[in-house]
């Protein structure tokens, strides 16, 4: 079963307006981790922002922010006031588990397929 | 602090040739990892080491071996290259136990098998 899906293979948004990237995920374990990341065309991964399980309010970083919605197991990305070095491949990702460095397997993250997001001036 | 960094950056290997992908960081993580990436996907997990001294099997691991050589540095080996190994591939540390834990990832090393 997919465990991390993002509905929308591309998306494009004018510049200076805010745009909403989809991420659904499929967990049973009550602890779990929410990412998003963003890969520009050179290709590297870069973090953007972090959700814990247990947070009691949505993550924000600068002009991103994640809508968390726990019910419906969703965590949407929000870029506000898109810009053109916004343009890039942006990954949804899940890790499961507690916090222990000794359970084994812990930090595996799972990773959507992505989206493409183009940004117009 | 030069983060997370991979060498080589491209390699193009022939079939059954073999070939190691090195990969360290200064960042004082304790867990590091190797993903693959393949045209229109997702990382995937190829091997995982969670402290010095252990590794284990992610999603993608046959194919692959993998060696934890010190705190700083993990390596990922291809014995026999295959065509179907052609991938960009990421290596990520973490420092496990603090809030979030966050990968960071290396540039990435884009390999192809012909």
């Known amino acids: 079963a997919q465990k991390i899906t993002q509905t929308q293979p591309g998306m494009f948004v004018q510049e200076k307006e805010a745009v909403t990237l989809d991420c659904t995920y499929d967990t049973s374990d009550p602890s779990y981790g929410l990412f998003w990341y963003k890969q520009p065309s050179s290709g590297e991964m870069i973090f953007l922002i972090y959700q814990g399980s247990y947070d009691q309010q949505n993550a924000t970083e600068g002009r991103y922010s994640l809508n968390f919605q726990k019910a419906r197991k969703s965590a949407n990305l929000v870029i506000s006031a898109s810009q053109l070095g916004d343009s890039a491949m942006y990954f949804c990702?899940?890790?499961?588990?507690?916090?222990?460095?000794?359970?084994?397997?812990?930090?595996?993250?799972?990773f959507g397929a992505g989206t493409r997001l183009a940004v117009h001036p | 602090n030069a983060g997370v960094t991979q060498t080589p950056k491209f390699q193009v290997l022939k079939t059954g040739q073999s070939m190691t992908l090195q990969c360290a960081q200064d960042m004082n993580h304790n867990s590091m990892y190797w993903y693959r990436q393949d045209p229109g996907m997702g990382l995937r997990l190829i091997y995982y080491?969670?402290?010095?001294?252990?590794?284990d099997k992610g999603e993608v691991p046959n194919g692959y071996n993998v060696s934890r050589l010190n705190k700083r540095e993990f390596s990922l080996r291809l014995e026999s290259a295959a065509p179907s190994q052609t991938s960009v591939y990421f290596c990520?540390?973490?420092?496990?136990?603090?809030?979030?834990?966050?990968?960071?990832f290396g540039p990435g090393t884009r390999l192809t098998v012909l």
């Open positions: 080491s969670a402290s010095e001294g252990t590794t």
């Open positions: 990520a540390s973490t420092l496990l136990g603090t809030g979030g834990d966050t990968q960071y």
């Open positions: 990702a899940m890790r499961e588990g507690n916090q222990n460095m000794f359970s084994g397997g812990y930090n595996k993250l799972i």
